[in-house]
Nanobody, 122 residues
């Protein structure tokens, strides 16, 4: 079982990116999927979550209104659409799965894959 984040890159402030979280070996619909990010020297920070039950979505205050999480069941992929990007969004972004209701706490996640680097800079 592995989750793989992709789609990162270098973007100017105000720009957009779409990250993908693809799964192999599991059906993503059975799990809540969260996005986290980690900048150098900082703790892993929760960004967004989509539930398995009804597709409810949740966002950290720092990204609310700018980021959108969604799920494509046919492709077993979860997306994170990021817009109005700021330099402080620069980090390695990770996706992982959880069966816990404590979806903002990374300790309750597993199957962390390699992250994808997002750099927001002019």
């Amino acid at each position: 079982v592995q989750l793989q984040a992709s789609g990162g890159g270098l973007v100017q402030p105000g720009g957009s990116l779409r990250l993908s979280c693809a799964a192999s070996g599991i059906t993503l619909d059975h799990y809540g999927i969260g996005w986290f990010r980690q900048a150098p020297g900082t703790e892993r920070e929760w960004v967004s979550f989509i539930s398995s039950s009804d597709g409810s979505t949740y966002y950290a205050d720092s990204v609310k209104g700018r980021f959108t999480i969604s799920r494509d069941s046919a492709r077993s992929t979860v997306y994170l659409e990021m817009s109005s990007l700021k330099p402080e969004d620069t980090a390695v972004y990770y996706c992982a799965r959880t069966s816990s209701s404590s979806f903002s706490q990374y300790q309750y996640y597993d199957n962390w894959g390699q992250g994808t680097q997002v750099t927001v800079s002019s």
